[in-house]
């Protein structure tokens, strides 16, 4: 089946940039998706791009998406502490209703 | 607002009792979902329905069922609690017809089995 990967912690400075990678596995995926998850509460979706695209920008945060390598990564600029979350990647196939997700990347922003 | 809820958000119980999780959704949405979060496992499917009287066996189903009589509810039934399934588990749902079909997230139930 479906594999995604991220990367377990990322720490940044605020006012820096980050960088939040993810790997799938599956080349008929259709949509691709980064969601929040503040502590205590459920996923918030961020953002999402079709699989033709291979750019997506939207205000603060761009989408980059590199098929060939099945390489997904999402770019926060100018970081503020209240970016401080875990991110997850996930991938859609076919019909795009049943979602696999990766392991979360817990972003930590220093003051 | 249109939103999704679930109920309770904290349960303990003991292993061999049987817990219903609520998912509520006013979304009016035709696919609905149930996921268990675990440290470094990322959110792994349990059930999912596509409507009403539909439902069908994510990855990890076993030890759990879910029943949809109408298209607002999805309760997640576990039959005989055990401490492996000790979890948060999250409800979500999305709308058919085409496109991304964003999934919306409910808030979450920590469950815990002694």
């Not at chain 1, 912690?9 to 008929?28: A, K, M, Q, W």
């Not at chain 2, 329905?49 to 039934?77: A, F, I, M, W």
Request: net charge negative; aromatic share 10%; glycine share 8%.
């Amino acid at each position: 089946g479906e594999d995604v990967e991220q990367s377990l912690f990322l720490s940044v400075r605020e006012g820096d940039s980050s960088v939040i990678n993810c790997t799938y596995t599956d080349s008929s995926s259709t949509y691709l998706y980064w969601y929040k998850q503040e502590p205590g509460a459920g996923l918030q979706l961020l953002t999402y791009i079709f699989s033709n695209m291979d750019m997506k920008q939207d205000q603060r945060l761009t989408v980059l998406l590199n098929k060939k390598d099945k390489h997904l990564s999402l770019r926060i600029a100018d970081t503020q502490t209240g970016d401080s979350a875990i991110y997850f990647c996930a991938s859609a196939r076919g019909s795009a209703r049943q979602l696999t997700f990766g392991s979360g990347t817990q972003l930590t922003v220093l003051p | 607002d249109a939103e999704i809820t679930q109920s309770p958000r904290h349960k303990i119980t003991e292993t061999g009792r049987q817990v219903t999780l609520a998912c509520h959704q006013t979304w009016n949405h035709n696919n609905m979902f149930w996921y268990r979060q675990d440290l470094g496992h990322g959110l792994r499917l349990i059930h999912y329905s596509y409507g009403v009287q539909d439902t069908n066996k994510g990855e990890v189903s076993d030890g759990y069922s879910v029943s949809r009589s109408n298209t607002e509810d999805l309760p997640l039934t576990l039959e005989s609690a055990a401490s492996s399934q000790t979890s948060v588990y999250f409800c979500a749902s999305s709308e058919s017809g085409g496109g991304p079909e964003t999934q919306y997230f409910g808030p979450g139930t920590r469950l815990l089995v002694l």
